[in-house]
């Protein structure tokens, strides 16, 4: 059974008169421990795609299983609980609160499931570790890099220990050579700790690190390959 699996997939935005058909028909499997990217110009719809993979949008026609439920017939409070705990999120932005310090920054997830401190910080320090930044565990993000930022992003998506990442142009604001690290980091958390791994970007060099390309294009799947060149 697929981790995740849309059937017949569409979204359609009403805006005034106008219907805008985001996405057209989707169908798509990805297995559990997969990696793979996503890939389409821009308005092509693949952050629409990524926003109902992560629970943030619903479909406007078919049926999206998770795990093999039906996630339209999840209430308020059951897809609150699939972003928090079930679904990592690393956006190009990064998205830290600058108040926070690192190490705070991280456990934030595990607070909105009632974990105590002692246990957050510890659970947060390992994620620190796993993304290869323990050493700005008490430095807030302004005084960081882009990249670290990133680092941070990702351990604040993998402290619940998800069993998927989304990642949304996540490299759309790194150089070159610390967008390649963050595609390593990515590939190793996949290939160590087992996590699917779902890349949306429109970078052709980003997307041919992945072990699977989906193409996106006007709202529709246009091709759909494994990819034998993953490699860095």
Sequence with gaps: ???IELKNVSKIYHLGSEDVIALNNI????EKGE???IIG???????TLMHILGCLESPTKGDYFFDGVNVKDFGDSRLAYMRNRRIGFVFQNYNLLPQFNVLSNVALPLLY?????KERNRMAAEALRSANLTHRNRH???ELSGGERQRVAIARAIVNNPDIILADEPTGN???KVGKEIISLFKGLNKEKNVTVVLVTHDLNVAAMARRIVRILDGEIIEDKENNIGTL
Excluded: E, T, V
Aim: aromatic residues 4%; glycine residues 18%.
């Design 113 to 117: 499931c009632g974990i105590g401190s």
């Design 35 to 37: 990696f793979i990217s």
């Design 140 to 142: 807030r993000p302004g």
């Design 1 to 3: 059974m697929a981790l």
């Design 27 to 30: 169908n798509l499997k990805i």
């Design 174 to 176: 790194l150089d070159q």
């Design 41 to 47: 110009p821009s308005g092509s719809g693949k952050s």
